[in-house]
């Protein structure tokens, strides 16, 4: 039997997806991140080069002490030179000082214009997405991932700008003092760039595969450190479970991050060997008759200092070009997150409405849905009429379809064909803003934020004042309850508002949709959960929610839609029945041996 993969362990399709997304990601494309900040990076690259110039008269200066200025004892010029060779260094600190500070700036900046990129795409997906996506993977690539980029991302212009000059400028220079010194100097590029082209191909299949340890990490973080995880394996037992997974992915990734640091490091140490070599073959060159052309004293120790400043930028252009490379991976990751298409996005042509003008009149016509993935649809040919002011009840066994209804309605999904109005306008022609003011949802997963209860309501309506918030709250049959409590509205809630028991979260939920006053309410199984005594307390709030408003109720307790205008039973996505309470129970079909 074949080895199960480790959890981080990639498939063969998704290996297959990292060589397609590596291959896609251009340097041109890394390079248009920088495109609007290209004024700022032509001043860093004159200040470089301003620099690398000014920086290269020291070994010249050098010359002149050692071949001139001590041999004459010509002290004004000693004093000279040697002022000179301070004032050099003193301006290319300052130079570099600026410089560093521009491209640090043009760095952060690009960093954060990718992480909102990302965060703000996120947002556009859709639930579906989320569904199949484990959250800790989504957190890790927007800390972890882009994370990794910071060096590369806000140093490796400048660094290539600032090596690449200075190389040039060096090797202009030592020509100039010796030619012949200077083809010996060079020798050792091809094989230089050949070993960092080896190494930085190894580190970008390292770096993927340490990303993908991280991304584990984070969900099991995510999966073992919340509220609700901690709970479950607290009553399942499982801690000891937890930790053994956290400690596996953590010792992977001490293994990873030592092959990612010893990555190429013999073939670097190699190339140290020669570069140090270099300096012995040109002190053997000035010394022999036939090389030396009666070459100086301060032409030698000048060529050798240029030499060893040569060195440098080389070493550092090839480091980069390694760090670029195995950044690729990270990129790769990025840019499919940026890439993802958006299942349910903003119309081309938007109806302009004011969303307190809407009656709420809803009509699903002829609606089929199937999930991605699936042969079998959720849901076919819904038909249906909902007046304004109207209450619809739509009933049915688990799996019927009843929830993906009230999520087409809300438009967190798009009918695979047919479509659903309100007030005569296809959802697919509002602004989401719009149709979030239009359609509220109140489902039985009531999701409170880790802030105080104020807070919480008015996340529905940012402007609210303190009075409509406590307006909102009494008529959600929730503010003596808030009153009670240590702080009053003050209270923090907890982590996804553990503090409260589930009939309470629901009338927080209630006073937070009735904040935000929808002509159009979903209200998904939100009492299913919940003891007859608190669903009793609830279910007065949700008849004060939904006073005057087109109401759409997906039920699981058949006694919570007893008096609504309306009540269609689905069955395997199908309309089989419709009619009153009264009615369906006469017909003896359906509804009748739901309610038995």
């Given at each position: 039997m074949p080895r199960p993969p480790k959890p981080s362990e990639p498939t063969p399709a998704e290996r297959a997806a990292e060589r397609a997304q590596a291959r896609e990601v251009?340097?041109?494309?890394?390079?248009?991140?920088?495109?609007?900040?290209?004024?700022?990076?032509?001043?860093?690259?004159?200040?470089?080069?301003?620099?690398?110039v000014v920086a290269m008269a020291s070994p010249f200066l050098l010359r002149e002490v050692i071949d001139v200025a001590i041999p004459e004892q010509n002290v004004g010029l000693l004093v000279g030179l040697v002022a000179g060779m301070v004032g050099v260094a003193a301006l290319t600190s300052v130079l570099g000082v600026v410089q560093t500070w521009i491209s640090t700036r043009v760095g952060q900046e690009v960093m954060h214009r990718l992480r909102t990129d990302v965060f703000a795409h996120l947002q556009r997906q859709s639930v579906a997405f989320f569904t199949r996506?484990?959250?800790?993977?989504?957190?890790?690539?927007?800390?972890?991932?882009?994370?990794?980029?910071?060096?590369?991302?806000?140093?490796?212009?400048?660094?290539?700008?600032?090596?690449?000059?200075?190389?040039?400028?060096?090797?202009?220079?030592?020509?100039?003092?010796?030619?012949?010194?200077?083809?010996?100097?060079?020798?050792?590029?091809?094989?230089?760039?050949?070993?960092?082209?080896?190494?930085?191909?190894l580190r970008r299949a390292i770096t993927a595969q340490r990303q993908r340890e991280l991304a584990d990490l984070n969900v099991t973080i995510e999966e073992g450190l919340s509220i609700s995880g901690i709970q479950l394996s607290k009553t399942l037992g499982t801690s000891s479970a937890l930790v053994e997974r956290?400690?596996?992915?953590?010792?992977?990734?001490?293994?990873?991050?030592?092959?990612?640091?010893?990555?190429g490091r013999w073939r670097m140490a190699s190339m140290t060997i020669i570069f140090a070599a270099i300096p012995a073959a040109i002190y053997l060159s000035a010394g022999l008759p036939a090389t030396s052309g009666g070459m100086t004293i301060g032409t030698l120790v000048a060529f050798t200092a240029?030499?060893?400043?040569?060195?440098?930028?080389?070493?550092?252009?090839?480091n980069v070009g390694v760090s670029i490379t195995s950044s690729l991976a990270l990129f790769a990751r990025i840019f499919e997150y940026l890439d993802l298409p958006v299942e349910v996005d903003e119309p081309a042509e938007p109806v302009d409405v004011d969303?307190?003008?809407?009656?709420?009149?809803?009509?699903?016509?002829?609606?089929?849905?199937t999930y991605a993935g699936n042969d079998t649809a959720a849901l076919a040919g819904v038909d249906l009429l909902v007046p304004a002011g109207q209450t619809l009840a739509v009933v049915g066994e688990t799996g019927s379809g009843k929830s993906t209804l009230g999520s087409l309605v809300a438009r967190l999904a798009d009918p695979t064909a047919g479509r659903i109005t309100i007030d005569g306008i296809d959802l697919r022609?509002?602004?989401?803003?719009?149709?979030?003011?239009?359609?509220g949802v109140v489902s039985q997963e009531t999701y409170l934020l880790h802030t105080t209860v104020r807070e919480n309501l008015r996340y529905a309506k940012p402007d609210a004042t303190d009075e409509q918030i406590e307006a909102a709250a009494r008529a959600a049959q929730v503010h003596d309850l808030i009153a009670s409590l240590p702080d009053g509205y003050d209270t923090m809630v907890g982590s996804r508002g553990h503090r409260f028991s589930g009939g309470e979260k629901?009338?927080?939920?209630?006073?937070?949709?009735?904040?935000?006053?929808?002509?159009?309410?979903?209200?998904?199984?939100?009492?299913?959960?919940?003891?007859?005594?608190?669903?009793?307390?609830?279910?007065?709030a949700f008849d004060e929610l939904a006073r005057g408003r087109t109401t759409i109720t997906i039920a699981h307790r058949l006694s919570t839609v007893r008096d609504a205008d309306q009540i269609a039973v689905l069955d395997h996505g199908r309309i089989v029945e419709t009619g009153t309470h009264e009615s369906l129970l006469r017909r003896e079909g359906r509804y009748a041996a739901l309610s038995a």
């Open positions: 251009s340097l041109r494309r890394v390079g248009a991140l920088f495109h609007a900040h290209r004024r700022p990076l032509a001043v860093v690259v004159a200040i470089i080069v301003a620099s690398s996506t484990r959250t800790g993977e989504v957190q890790s690539r927007i800390t972890n991932d882009i994370g990794g980029m910071q060096s590369v991302v806000t140093s490796t212009a400048t660094s290539i700008a600032a090596n690449l000059t200075t190389a040039v400028a060096t090797a202009v220079a030592m020509i100039a003092l010796s030619w012949k010194l200077s083809l010996i100097s060079l020798v050792v590029m091809p094989p230089a760039i050949h070993l960092s082209r080896r190494v930085a191909a956290f400690t596996r992915t953590s010792e992977r990734l001490i293994e990873l991050q030592l092959r990612s640091d010893l990555a240029l030499q060893q400043g040569l060195f440098r930028p080389l070493t550092s252009l090839l969303p307190s003008s809407i009656r709420g009149d809803v009509r699903i016509e002829d609606v089929t849905f022609r509002f602004r989401l803003a719009d149709l979030a003011q239009i359609v629901q009338r927080l939920a209630i006073a937070r949709t009735l904040l935000r006053n929808p002509r159009v309410l979903v209200l998904d199984e939100a009492t299913s959960a919940l003891d007859t005594a608190t669903e009793r307390a609830v279910q007065e």
